[in-house]
């Protein structure tokens, strides 16, 4: 599970909270916790990257892909220069366009 803080805090992605605590399931923690108060928990599955044709233009997309399959975020560069293009097919040629990510073992309380 991803733990995304508030992109004000100090923090980056990471898949447990601060102390080793397990994160908070969604919308629990940002209710309760001023702290973080646009905290996002998400079960992701794989991470996976295309590029999309759209009104004579390439839309560069970034797509997060839940345990169900089901897109549930998506990251689009609009209008990038050469340098945000070149960074984001390095990440593309680096996965192969799709990338599985690891699922921590679950914890018991």
């Known amino acids: 599970m991803l733990h995304a803080?508030?992109?004000?805090?100090?923090?980056?992605?990471?898949?447990?909270?601060?102390?080793?605590?397990p994160p908070a399931t969604c919308g629990g923690r940002a209710a309760k916790d001023a702290a973080h108060p646009c905290t996002a928990c998400?079960?992701?599955k794989e991470v996976r990257?295309?590029?999309v044709e759209k009104q004579e233009r390439t839309l560069y997309v970034t797509r997060f892909v839940n345990l169900g399959d089901a897109v549930v975020l998506s990251c689009i560069l609009?209008?990038?220069?050469?340098a945000q293009v070149a960074a984001w097919?390095?990440?593309?040629?680096?996965?192969?366009?799709c990338v599985?990510?690891?699922?921590?073992?679950?914890?018991s309380t």
């Not at 097919?89 to 366009?97: A, I, P, V």
């Open 5 to 21: 803080p508030h992109p004000h805090s100090s923090g980056g992605v990471r898949g447990r909270a601060a102390g080793g605590r």
């Open 42 to 44: 998400l079960q992701l």
């Open 49 to 51: 990257w295309a590029e």
């Open 78 to 82: 609009h209008q990038p220069g050469e």
């Open 89 to 97: 097919r390095q990440l593309q040629d680096k996965y192969g366009g």
């Open 100 to 107: 599985v990510l690891e699922q921590e073992a679950p914890t």
